[in-house]
């Protein structure tokens, strides 16, 4: 009986200096390494969901590319220690979005110190959306589970925030599928390149030329703004005529097409019986000028007449 006495005082003697160690004992990483001196303060239950970076590529702990939180805030060391007399806790080095007063540069600068020498972001400091002080963090979403901008589903919307001209022309009825998921803003732009409409490749057509391999050629006879920039006649976002035209022929037709001979036709339908094989009163019926020239891309025809350069069968 004494000797379970002595036993029980030992323990409760022993007890403070096992409270003092454990309370002594560093604090476990969560999600990042060495991210235990954030998640002191940021937790789960936060509004932005700051924890959420473990389910990202920037998570990946295994890889020894993975940042620190430092890697992207700065050493923060005001924030992380407040400074004796301040009723309120300085921000962060640095702070990401549009209403805190870092620069868009700054903190984009955080990002491409470890992405800048990728070839689709390489350019970035040149690029239009960096001269508009666009941030990275302006369409990427770096602690959430799922970046909106990087899914064909959801990235039209993100960039639907600013080009809201857009979000009108890809709801028309002639118009890629963008809003199916089939085509992404990203399939055609570079949002990170330095061409003037940030392109995927070097110039308009040759981007287009990706899907539409067929309108590339080259042909016996080309036709000149097929080769120059096809948007001399399509709208690619959307349009309300057939074939994301800009307008209906022959007025299309008409804006180069327009000094003699039946090309500049009367615009309005005929208003009698027209001859057989004339074709200066029915330019606005059926396809208009499309009812002949239906090679309008390129032609490969050999005939040896004159009008074999005229896109015809």
Sequence with gaps: MR??????CLFAMAQPALSQDAAKAPRKDLV??????????????????????????????ADGRTPTCTSCHGASET??????????????????????????????????????????RIHWKSSM?????????SCHKIHTGQDAVRDKMTQPQVCFTCHQDKRAQVNKPSRHPVLE?????SDCHNTHGNNPKQMVKASVVETCYTCHLEKRGP????????????????????STINALLKSRPPFLCQDCHG????????????????????????????????????????SNSTENNAT???FRR
Excluded: W
């Design 308 to 310: 074999v350069g005229r």
């Design 181 to 185: 998921g089939k085509v992404s803003c």
């Design 259 to 298: 000094t003699s001979g039946h090309r500049n036709q009367a615009a309005g339908l005929p208003t009698g019986r027209v001859a057989s094989g004339s074709s200066t009163l029915n330019g606005t019926v059926g396809r208009a000028c499309l009812n002949c020239h239906t090679n309008i891309h390129g």
């Design 79 to 120: 924030h992380i220690n407040r400074p004796a007399g301040t009723n309120e806790r300085p921000k962060p080095t640095v702070v990401f979005g549009k209403r805190n007063g870092v620069p868009a540069e700054t903190q984009s600068q955080a990002c491409l110190t470890c992405h800048q020498g990728d070839p689709k």
């Design 3 to 8: 000797s379970l006495a002595a036993g029980l």
């Design 32 to 61: 990042l390494k060495g991210d235990a001196v954030c998640t002191r303060c940021h937790g789960a239950d936060e509004e932005y969901p700051v924890l959420s970076i473990g389910k990202t590529k920037h998570g990946t702990v």
């Design 129 to 137: 959306h960096a001269s508009q002080d666009v941030a990275c963090t």
């Design 219 to 238: 042909f016996v006879h080309n036709h000149q703004p097929v080769t120059e920039d096809c948007s001399i006649c399509h709208n690619p976002h959307g």
